[in-house]
């Protein structure tokens, strides 16, 4: 499951090293459109699952994840091939409809198989290897296009997704049980939503999962301007990305060894409060200026440990009522997260110009806001 979803994550973060060199080869010359490349696949990815999702609880598990790799292979084909910006747009739009099949089913085939702390444990080994592979994917694509160019990215994907493919189809088994098929019709999709949507705590968690992964986002775009522009430290940004990849990396396997002991809910309270005191603590002191660089690494470490802590155990405790339709829940469950996330994102980050501060008001808000509704939810 881990690999499957890593198929995602590589196709994402192993082409930034080569944007421009698409750029100049596709006569695309503006630098803001380039960023289209990598944001088109998140179309892509949102658009799959809700086809995809539904899709898979009628035909199973397996045969979607093989309509999606089919769909990504072709999409791939077409990237490495075309001349045309706009074509290279649809093609990653397109290879993110065909990746929403891996991302989606790797989660309903763990809801599939096991339930309560053990699926959260699962589902952490699953969400640290995704949460990895951004650290080592730009080394990766960099060293591809200086000993190959940057459409050998697009073929060590497919390559890499093929061995993927092949051990999945050899050594897992369909985990969707027979009576947990639902005869496919044009409504499937209606009554499946309607379904998710009545599970009260199910909506509650996306939510949080939304706000939290909002939150995250903002880092994913605004830190190379602020340790490159704020701090004048473009050098040491790869490893600075690392080291608070690796916090994250480091506190989902750490959940996945204490999930069973303490339980999801406990872990997530605590670290709720966690994450709301050390946003607190930064806006306090450093409202007005930005504090050293070693400081606000200090700072961004503990916040994103505790986001490793939250990422899996939400999803796992948003997917536990939904077994009878894990795969449109976690359609649903991802899509509605991603909608809820990008807009924070956005809107925190336009306050990000000449402090940092905008930040962590936005992990103040949107943590408290989730630590609220999930002592809320506790309470029923």
């Given at each position: 499951?881990?690999?499957?979803?890593?198929?995602v994550?590589?196709?994402?973060?192993?082409?930034?090293?080569?944007l421009?060199?698409?750029?100049?080869?596709?006569?695309?010359?503006?630098k803001?459109?380039?960023?289209?490349?990598?944001t088109?696949?998140?179309?892509?990815?949102?658009?799959?699952?809700?086809?995809?999702?539904?899709?898979?609880?009628?035909?199973?598990?397996k045969p979607?994840?093989?309509?999606?790799?089919?769909?990504?292979?072709?999409?791939?084909?077409?990237?490495?091939?075309?001349?045309?910006?706009?074509?290279?747009?649809f093609?990653?739009?397109?290879?993110?409809?065909?990746?929403?099949?891996?991302r989606?089913?790797?989660?309903?085939?763990?809801?599939?198989?096991?339930?309560?702390d053990?699926?959260?444990?699962?589902?952490?080994?699953?969400?640290?290897?995704?949460?990895?592979?951004?650290?080592?994917?730009?080394?990766?694509?960099?060293?591809?296009?200086?000993?190959?160019?940057w459409?050998f990215?697009?073929?060590?994907n497919?390559?890499?997704?093929?061995?993927?493919?092949?051990w999945f189809?050899?050594?897992?088994?369909?985990?969707?049980?027979?009576?947990y098929?639902?005869?496919?019709?044009?409504?499937?999709?209606?009554?499946?939503?309607?379904?998710f949507?009545?599970?009260?705590?199910?909506?509650?968690?996306?939510?949080?999962?939304?706000?939290?992964?909002?939150?995250f986002?903002?880092?994913?775009?605004?830190?190379?301007?602020?340790?490159?522009?704020?701090?004048?430290?473009?050098?040491?940004?790869?490893?600075?990305?690392?080291?608070?990849a690796?916090?994250?990396g480091?506190?989902?396997?750490?959940?996945s060894?204490?999930v069973?002991?303490?339980?999801m809910?406990?872990?997530?309270?605590?670290?709720?409060?966690c994450?709301?005191?050390?946003?607190?603590?930064?806006?306090?002191?450093?409202?007005?200026?930005?504090?050293?660089?070693?400081?606000l690494?200090?700072?961004?470490?503990?916040?994103?440990?505790?986001?490793?802590?939250?990422?899996?155990n939400?999803?796992a405790?948003?997917?536990?009522?939904?077994?009878?339709?894990?795969?449109?829940?976690?359609?649903?469950?991802?899509?509605?997260?991603?909608v809820?996330?990008?807009?924070?994102?956005?809107?925190?980050?336009?306050?990000?110009?000449?402090?940092?501060?905008?930040?962590?008001?936005?992990?103040?808000?949107?943590?408290?806001?989730?630590?609220?509704?999930?002592?809320?939810?506790?309470k029923?």
């Open positions: 499951m881990a690999s499957l979803m890593s198929i994550a590589i196709s994402i973060d192993a082409l930034l090293p080569a421009p060199k698409i750029g100049a080869y596709l006569s695309e010359f503006n803001e459109s380039h960023q289209k490349i990598i088109s696949i998140f179309l892509g990815l949102g658009i799959g699952q809700l086809i995809l999702g539904p899709l898979s609880d009628s035909f199973g598990r979607t994840v093989y309509i999606g790799f089919l769909i990504f292979t072709i999409a791939s084909i077409l990237c490495i091939s075309t001349k045309s910006f706009e074509v290279m747009i093609g990653r739009v397109l290879q993110g409809i065909g990746l929403a099949a891996p989606t089913m790797s989660i309903a085939i763990v809801r599939d198989s096991y339930s309560g053990y699926m959260a444990k699962i589902i952490s080994m699953v969400v640290m290897v995704f949460i990895l592979i951004p650290v080592v994917a730009p080394t990766l694509g960099q060293f591809l296009i200086d000993h190959f160019d459409t990215i697009f073929t060590f497919l390559l890499f997704g093929g061995v993927v493919i092949v189809w050899l050594r897992q088994a369909e985990t969707l049980k027979p009576e098929k639902i005869p496919f019709s044009l409504t499937l999709f209606k009554t499946g939503s309607i379904k949507f009545l599970q009260k705590s199910s909506v509650v968690y996306t939510l949080l999962s939304g706000f939290i992964t909002g939150a986002m903002v880092y994913l775009s605004s830190s190379q301007q602020i340790i490159e522009v704020q701090y004048g430290l473009a050098e040491y940004f790869p490893y600075i990305f690392g080291c608070c690796l916090s994250v480091l506190s989902t396997f750490f959940n060894q204490l069973m002991k303490y339980g809910k406990r872990i997530i309270k605590t670290s709720l409060f994450f709301v005191i050390s946003a607190l603590i930064f806006v306090i002191f450093f409202y007005n200026h930005n504090p050293s660089i070693g400081i690494v200090l700072f961004f470490n503990i916040q994103f440990f505790c986001i490793g802590f939250l990422f899996g939400l999803r405790l948003a997917m536990e009522p939904l077994g009878h339709i894990a795969g449109i829940g976690s359609a649903l469950n991802g899509f509605i997260s991603t809820i996330a990008v807009p924070i994102a956005n809107y925190i980050g336009s306050f990000i110009s000449t402090l940092v501060v905008p930040m962590f008001v936005g992990f103040l808000l949107f943590g408290g806001l989730s630590l609220l509704l999930f002592l809320g939810t506790l029923k």
